[in-house]
C-alpha cells in the first residue's frame, strides 16, 4: 500500500505546480514515503491541467483529474479522497503557502500518535487583518458549536487515517469543518500541529469576503444537521409543537379576556379586532408547515441516496471505477 496519498485541489496555479511537485518528490523521497500526489483541477482556465499531464510523465507518482467546470473545494476534496489509496491522506493548497516540509511530522504523528485527524495550524500567519480577524473569529464560534479544541480549522495542511476519509462525506462548503464531521462519524482523536504558513509567490488568492459569510452559513448548517441528519422531524417538531403551544395560549388569553370583559359588564367586541388573534393564527400555520416539513425531510433522507455533484473531464492514473 502507499504510504501517502497527497490530495491537492487546485485552481488556476499553473506557476506553482511544478515547484510544488518537485518539493514532495524531495521530501518523501528523503524520508522513504511512497507517495502518491492527487492533483484537483477544479475548472481551472489557465494552463494547469497541461502543466499536470507533464508533470505525470516526470514523477511516477502524480496522478490527476480535471473538472469540467468549477465546482469547489469540497467537491474537489471528496473526489480526492474517494481515489486515495494511501494509509495517511494529507490534504495540502496548491499555491505554496502550506509547506510539504511538514509530511514527514504529520504522517508520524498519524503512525505513531494516538489521533484519527491531525490539523494544521497557522500560527504565524502573513495574511492581512481583514483577512485574520474573521478567522478568528470564524474558528472561535466552531470551537464552541463543535466542542473540538483546535486553532486553525480553516487551515488546508490536514493529516488523516484512511479510514477517516472514506466515511465523512465533503458537500457544499464543508471542507472547513472535516474535523466536526470526523468527531461525528466516531472519529473523535483529533490532534494539532503548528506548521508553517509561507507567503504566496504566486497568483492571486481565490477567496473573498462571501467566504467569511458561507463559512458561518455553514456552521450554522452544519449545527443542525450534526444533531438532526437522521431525525429531522425531531428538530421540525419540536418548533412545530412550540408554534402551537404558543397558539393555544393566545387564544386562552383571547378566551380569558373575553370572558373577564363579559363579568364585568364590557362589550367583548369581535374576536377579530384582538391583535393575538392574528398571532394565534400565524403561528398555527407556521407550526403547521413545520410538521409537514418535517415530514418530507424524513421521507427524502429514507428515499435519497449519494448523488454525484461534478463532471470529469479528464483524467491520469486513477481508477475510473472509484469516480
Known amino acids: 500500500m502507499i504510504n501517502v496519498s497527497l490530495v491537492v485541489p487546485l485552481f ?34 489557465d494552463s494547469s491541467w497541461k502543466v499536470i499531464e507533464a508533470l505525470a510523465l516526470q514523477y511516477p507518482g502524480v496522478k490527476g483529474l480535471s473538472f469540467r467546470k468549477n465546482q469547489g473545494k469540497s467537491a474537489a476534496l471528496q473526489v480526492g479522497f474517494q481515489v486515495a489509496k494511501g494509509e495517511v ?51 472561535w464560534a466552531t470551537r464552541k458549536m ?23 462525506e465533503v458537500q457544499g462548503e464543508m471542507h472547513r469543518y472535516i474535523p466536526v464531521l470526523a468527531k461525528n462519524a466516531g472519529y473523535g482523536r483529533i490532534g494539532e500541529k503548528v506548521v508553517e504558513h509561507r507567503a504566496r509567490q504566486y497568483g492571486s488568492t481565490k477567496f473573498g469576503w462571501d467566504r467569511f459569510i458561507n463559512g458561518f452559513l455553514d456552521l450554522l448548517t452544519l449545527a443542525v444537521v450534526t444533531r438532526f441528519s437522521r431525525r429531522p422531524m425531531h428538530f421540525f417538531g419540536t418548533l412545530g409543537v412550540g408554534m402551537f403551544f404558543f397558539s393555544f395560549l393566545s387564544l386562552v388569553f383571547i378566551g380569558s ?16 379586532e384582538n391583535p393575538f388573534f392574528y398571532l394565534s393564527l400565524t ?19 429514507r428515499h435519497s441516496g449519494k448523488k454525484q455533484n461534478y463532471t470529469v473531464s479528464a483524467h491520469l492514473g486513477i481508477d475510473p471505477e472509484l469516480l
Open 146 to 168: 463543535s466542542g473540538i479544541s483546535l486553532h486553525d480549522f480553516n487551515c488546508g495542511l490536514k493529516a488523516y487515517k484512511r479510514e477517516v476519509v472514506k466515511e465523512v
Open 89 to 139: 491522506v494529507i490534504t495540502m493548497d496548491a499555491d505554496l503557502q502550506d509547506s510539504p516540509d511538514e509530511i514527514p511530522s504529520l504522517v508520524e504523528m498519524i503512525w505513531q500518535g494516538p489521533f484519527d485527524v491531525v490539523s494544521g495550524w497557522k500560527k504565524k500567519r502573513y495574511d492581512p487583518l481583514s483577512k485574520t480577524i474573521p478567522t478568528k473569529l470564524f474558528n
Open 257 to 272: 379576556m373575553k370572558i373577564y370583559r363579559l363579568n364585568h359588564g364590557i362589550h367583548p367586541g369581535l374576536i377579530t
Open 283 to 301: 403561528t398555527m400555520l407556521l407550526g403547521t408547515l413545520l410538521f409537514i416539513g418535517g415530514l418530507l425531510s424524513e421521507l427524502i433522507i
Open 12 to 45: 488556476n496555479e499553473e506557476e506553482s505546480l511544478p515547484e510544488l511537485t518537485a518539493w514532495i518528490d524531495r521530501v518523501c523521497g528523503a524520508h522513504s514515503l511512497s507517495y502518491e500526489i492527487i492533483f484537483i483541477n477544479d475548472g481551472s482556465t
